[in-house]
């Protein structure tokens, strides 16, 4: 795990971080200018309680990494085009109390916020800021072992059901073959079944004729027991 003078002293590392800018509201909050983009280098010291200067410094000693994580300085035209956009934001009342630079002004983001909070030394607030992510990124490694071992458990129960399906086949293939010769017994005792049955037909028509006959022959003997009587 990082610690926090490897976070101080790393730029790879702060790259890492660079998206976790909502820890920075968990901490203490970050009043932006009326545009909700950006603050100025007065607001960023007050946040992290140290003198604007401190802060100074540390932006001209890390300006580029700085600059790539959103500071801006604007000067001339863009900076009166900038006081004239946010004095439209300010809202009726407040126009007069708008701090306008006279020729420069330092814009910071709360990525870059977030990046001096990896850098400032001498502040309790940005040192709360590394603990934060330090211990995000500790707890985050815990999730990912604690997936890992699920998975690695996962997969060995896998493993024991694809060992068993490998058992289970020849037993599924002899129950496969036993079941095919019982349907064809079945078929077999279907067919012998309907013959018995067309045969009973057959015996039951032969009873029928039969008791046909005896009725004829009883008829005949009664006739010709009454014409000996006569």
Not at 15 to 38: F, I, N
Not at 128 to 135: A, F, N, P, S, W
Not at 163 to 179: D, F, I, K, T
Request: charged fraction near 30%.
């Amino acid at each position: 795990m990082p610690t926090e003078v490897a976070l101080l002293e790393s730029h790879a590392l702060r790259v890492e971080q660079m998206g976790r800018v909502d820890v920075l509201d968990k901490v203490k909050s970050l009043v932006m200018l009326p545009d909700g983009v950006h603050v100025r280098t007065e607001d960023v010291a007050r946040y992290f309680e140290v003198p604007t200067a401190s802060v100074r410094r540390l932006t001209d000693r890390h300006q580029q990494e700085l600059i790539s994580n959103g500071m801006r300085v604007l000067r001339g035209s863009e900076l009166q085009s900038f006081h004239s956009d946010m004095m439209s934001l300010w809202g009726e009342g407040e126009v007069g109390s708008y701090p306008q630079a006279a020729t420069q002004l330092r814009l910071h983001t709360r990525r870059t916020v977030l990046n001096i909070a990896m850098l400032l030394r001498d502040s309790d607030i940005a040192r709360c800021v590394r603990t934060y992510l330090l211990d995000a990124e500790e707890d985050l490694r815990e999730s990912v072992a604690s997936l890992d071992r699920r998975v690695t458990r996962v997969e060995g129960c896998l493993v024991g059901v694809g060992n068993a399906l490998q058992e289970l086949g020849p037993v599924l293939s002899r129950m496969s073959h036993r079941l095919d010769v019982l349907d064809r017994k079945l078929d077999i005792t279907h067919q012998v079944v309907g013959a018995i049955s067309l045969r009973l037909t057959d015996v039951s028509q032969d009873i029928a004729r039969l008791d046909t006959r005896m009725d004829d022959v009883a008829r005949q003997l009664k006739d010709l027991s009454r014409g000996g009587l006569g």
